[in-house]
């Protein structure tokens, strides 16, 4: 019978073992028969075993996540090729089944045993990280996964979904009711209604209408590695650039880690089409492929991600703990802050019915799908508005730059200045801002006024993309830090003898260089008062911060 999988089987995803690597998994793991039809991991199953095969093969089923559907050959491995993909490393549900094609024997690892391996050999870190990435992303391209999402692009909530599945690199099936005259099958098949849109239907068993990012993670699983009531060496607010190095840094070393982020790793940076001056990656690397980079880095370490958001910090208590919104409360000898900044919003009274409805915080292929061969507008004149302005400029039909100032040479780089002024579609708009946005479910017209002259324009546009500046997320401290005049987290020399004193500094040592006036709690990246707004300097401080913790759990 030919079988014919639906993932490229080449060897970059599905590399052959030489049989020294063999053996070396070997060593950790044990061997065993397996016989033809014999499930090994199921769907949605937690523990996921690490399988290589000497002989026969082993198939990855997609069970069928709509009724009308059968399952799915996804790959077929063979004899010195393994099993896997980033699921393993995070400890998530399984997305597929793993099922026995062809009787044989195979090698199995326990997930910490597979770990152990990929983190002492060198050699093997490298196939094997390689292989879980470029197989992650053929998931993802060919829409393999295990959630399928029905919804319209005229929903902001629709919008919503597709991020947070995109940029925590969850495959997914997109169902488009505007596109799809046979959608009535799906609905009929899970009792939806059309006000119900969207709907997410998790793993073929669960159906979720219009729900909260909270419950998508629920349903999938994320958290269900992470036991909250551990005391951990450290926890990481926030999973942006900062966030992450610090986790790559800090596992590496050894440390218990535990990383907390909101919506997905990346920060802002992570909404980011292309960041082109970051160190070694001279063709550039959009932000959403720099973050996932990094998260399987720090996962591959052993540190931990807990989605959740709504944080609070109880500064007061020994060991630290933070609590999250669901109440869960987590102890920690040690914390780095790297919860960054959210765009400033407009001082418009209708922009909150309009966000994901023609108003928009990230530039990404998301959001230009939605805006098509139409003229739109970006807010705001430093580099990631810039960065956006050059890559909706590839579709969009024209791209208004509007800025406050009177040229962009002062906060945007230079090379972003020169693409956009050799960009004959992007057209800057100096000393100009919205003062109005109107239409019924979605933006249809946007009003903007000189600053100088007074004079106002109306144009028919319905995308407007918000980059105007960052506002420093750090509500959720509630006191527990001090703060420059801006909100910004003040750390180590930036800290007067007065603020210390002030906040019952209790070492004899002054704070070191980003440290909080809590010991132990650092501040890093685009939160601290200070900071350089680059991702590269947000890099630099998250791995500098470990070093220095090291020193302060010394004592």
């Known amino acids: 019978m030919i079988r014919s999988p639906r993932l490229p089987q080449d060897e970059r995803a599905f590399p052959s073992l030489t049989q020294a690597q063999i053996e070396r998994f070997a060593a950790r793991g044990k061997k065993r028969s397996v016989r033809e039809g014999e499930v090994l991991v199921e769907a949605g199953d937690r523990v996921i075993p690490f399988f290589v095969v000497l002989s026969g093969e082993l198939d990855f089923v997609r069970s069928p996540v709509r009724s009308f559907e059968a399952e799915t050959l996804v790959a077929v491995v063979t004899p010195g090729r393994f099993t896997g993909e980033i699921s393993v490393l995070s400890g998530r549900s399984a997305i597929f089944s793993i099922r026995v094609g062809l009787a044989g024997e195979v090698i199995e690892l326990d997930r910490q045993s597979m770990l152990a391996v990929v983190q002492a050999d060198a050699e093997l870190n490298e196939v094997v990280m390689r292989a879980f990435i470029t197989r992650r992303l053929a998931i993802v391209g060919a829409e393999l996964g295990d959630v399928v999402l029905v919804g319209s692009t005229h929903s902001r909530d629709t919008l919503r979904l597709k991020e947070y599945l995109t940029r925590n690199g969850h495959p997914y099936q997109y169902v488009d009711l505007d596109d799809h005259g046979d959608i009535e099958h799906l609905m009929d098949a899970f009792n939806i209604s059309v006000d119900e849109i969207p709907v997410l239907i998790c793993q073929g068993r669960e159906v979720l209408r219009n729900p909260s990012n909270r419950k998508v993670a629920e349903c999938l699983g994320f958290n269900e590695a992470v036991d909250p009531t551990k005391v951990r060496d450290l926890v990481i607010v926030g999973a942006g650039p900062s966030g992450l190095a610090a986790a790559v840094y800090a596992a590496s070393e050894g440390l218990d880690t535990l990383m907390i982020e909101t919506t997905a790793p990346g920060g802002q940076a992570g909404s980011s089409s292309r960041i082109e001056n970051y160190l070694g990656f001279p063709t550039g690397i959009s932000g959403q492929e720099l973050a996932g980079r990094a998260w399987v880095q720090a996962e591959k370490f052993g540190a931990q991600t807990l989605m959740a958001s709504g944080a609070h910090l109880h500064c007061d208590e020994r060991p630290y703990v933070v609590e999250t919104d669901d109440g869960g409360r987590i102890p920690t000898r040690s914390i780095v802050i790297a919860t960054g900044v959210e765009y400033r919003k407009l001082p418009l009274t209708e922009l909150p019915r309009f966000e994901g409805a023609g108003c928009y915080y990230a530039a990404t292929k998301i959001e230009v799908d939605y805006c098509g061969a139409e003229d739109v507008i970006v807010v705001g004149g430093a580099n990631s508005a810039g960065q956006a302005a050059v890559f909706l400029s590839e579709r969009a039909r024209r791209v208004y730059m509007l800025i406050r100032g009177d040229g962009l040479s002062a906060t945007m780089s230079r090379y972003l200045v020169a693409r956009i002024e050799q960009t004959p579609n992007i057209e800057v708009r100096p000393h100009t801002e919205i003062v109005a946005l109107e239409g019924d479910d979605h933006v249809e017209r946007v009003r903007w006024r000189n600053n100088q002259t007074g004079e106002t324009e109306e144009r028919l546009i319905r995308h407007v993309f918000l980059m105007t500046g960052g506002a420093p997320n750090t509500a959720w401290l509630d006191g527990c830090v001090v703060l ?47 900071s350089v707004k680059r991702v590269a300097s947000g890099v630099g401080e998250g791995s500098i911060s470990i070093s220095l913790l090291h020193e302060a759990l010394k004592e």
């Open 484 to 530: 420059d005049e801006k909100g910004f987290i003040k750390t180590g020399p930036a800290l007067t003898t007065q603020e210390l004193l002030q906040a019952k500094w209790p070492l004899p040592r002054r704070p070191f260089l980003l440290e909080t006036t809590l010991p132990r709690v650092f501040a890093v990246g685009d939160v601290r008062s200070g």
